[in-house]
């Protein structure tokens, strides 16, 4: 398994070079072209919920920027969105995405910063899985010349918060030492990245035992997710760990807790711990919950221990922090052009195979980041028994297991 993840992101990066001298070129839209493919959430569900469908393409308001979308960011978030399982879900239908990329086709009035033909990257508040994208310019960015359009759907979301939890939040400095579970997803691979800026890191990754061989070198130590690493890591660093990274939530709460040194920081920006099976569950959502352990306001006192919590895009969307996340896009940046930085894409996917990605996050198979690539065919097979298009936008039903009993495709061709 370690070596098909390998080769999955040797034959990926293949694809990216590949197109590397194509994505200079702007493709006119026509001019009576109206509606555009989205992929649309019909209601909180499995899998069947999800749709390709033709949609009435949006047009720049005041302050916004349109953009022809070449690819899309693919999280464990979204999966969680498309189960309902987080708080105040918006209604549905709802086009999912909170990232993509693609070239500035028109500007809404009083934008100032991007011309049309720029290539850029942007943050959205949902409806980024779609041919065309209208979002403000407080969430736009330029992207480097020598950046592929791949590399930059895996790049915002991650590096950002990747780089604040542990720059802003967590104050990462020479000689600390970080424990990121998780290591082998997107996440987890932007802060292996980020900790090798800073001398003396010490990072402790956790992981399933599968992508070992191909994370290996990213991280100091690396520790099986179903091993008792908490013993493991003493053995290494009996005073425990600086800064805990926790995207899982559940009984890793109080096991991560107990590794923080005094003055250590415990920060966690994600439950994935919460989703086990295809659609929402109350037990499974109760039982994580009952296992975090209950925090002592007291003991932490005792213990000089700090607990954060980090959600990049309630910081952007509902608390107004853009212009902290500008700044720190602008460092992250100027990593990538001196080559420090570069995300990794674990596979592309086109909308049609949208679900087939979504398995993929859910089974924990991928190394980096999945990526919808707009102007990809699908596989027949996938055209087949997947994400059909729909004129209408109605959704067909599909029996809720289905998806289990077929043949998964090669993610490339």
């Not at 987890?188 to 070992?212: E, M």
Request: hydrophobic content about 40%; some cysteine.
């Amino acid at each position: 398994m370690a070596k098909e993840g390998a080769d999955m992101t040797e034959e990926t990066q293949y694809m990216i070079d590949r197109n590397a001298g194509k994505e200079g070129v702007i493709v006119e839209s026509p001019s009576n072209a109206k509606e555009m493919r989205a992929v649309v959430l019909a209601g909180f569900g499995g899998l069947n919920k999800l749709r390709v469908t033709k949609k009435a393409m949006p047009e720049p308001q005041n302050g916004e920027v349109k953009i022809r979308v070449k690819a899309c960011g693919l999280n464990f978030l979204d999966l969680m969105v498309r189960q309902g399982n987080i708080d105040n879900p918006p209604k549905t239908p709802l086009v999912p995405g909170f990232e993509c990329c693609g070239i500035v086709e028109s500007v809404g009035e009083n934008t100032h910063g991007f011309e049309i033909g720029d290539r850029v990257m942007a943050f959205m508040n949902y409806n980024a899985w779609a041919e065309v994208v209208c979002t403000p310019v407080d969430f736009v960015y330029k992207m480097p010349d020598e950046m592929m359009f791949a590399e930059a759907a895996a790049f915002s979301l991650n590096f950002v918060a990747a780089y604040m939890m542990l720059f802003e939040v967590a104050k990462l400095r020479e000689g600390m030492s970080v424990l990121v579970h998780s290591a082998g997803g997107a996440v987890g691979q932007a802060v292996a990245q980020l900790c090798s800026t800073v001398p003396n890191i010490t990072v402790f990754g956790i992981a399933s035992c599968f992508k070992h061989a191909s994370i290996k070198d990213s991280v100091t130590h690396l520790f099986d997710r179903n091993t008792d690493y908490i013993q493991e890591i003493k053995k290494i660093s009996p005073d425990g760990v600086d800064i805990v990274l926790d995207c899982l939530c559940g009984e890793n709460t109080g096991k991560s807790l107990s590794l923080l040194k005094p003055l250590g920081t415990y920060i966690l920006y994600g439950a994935s711990n919460m989703v086990t099976g295809e659609t929402r569950s109350f037990f499974s959502f109760a039982k994580s919950w009952w296992q975090v352990e209950k925090v002592n306001p007291i003991k932490l006192y005792e213990e000089n221990k700090v607990i954060a919590g980090f959600s990049l895009l309630n910081l952007l969307f509902k608390q107004g922090g853009y212009n902290l996340v500008k700044s720190v896009m602008n460092k992250l940046l100027s990593l990538y052009e001196q080559k420090k930085i570069r995300p990794l894409v674990d596979s592309l996917w086109a909308l049609e195979e949208v679900k087939e990605a979504m398995q993929r996050i859910h089974d924990r198979g991928n190394i980096g980041k999945l990526i919808l690539d707009v102007e990809k065919s699908p596989t027949p097979l996938m055209a087949n028994d997947s994400t059909e298009t729909s004129e209408a936008g109605e959704e067909e039903e599909e029996p809720e297991g289905d998806n289990d009993s077929k043949e998964r495709m090669p993610f490339i061709h």
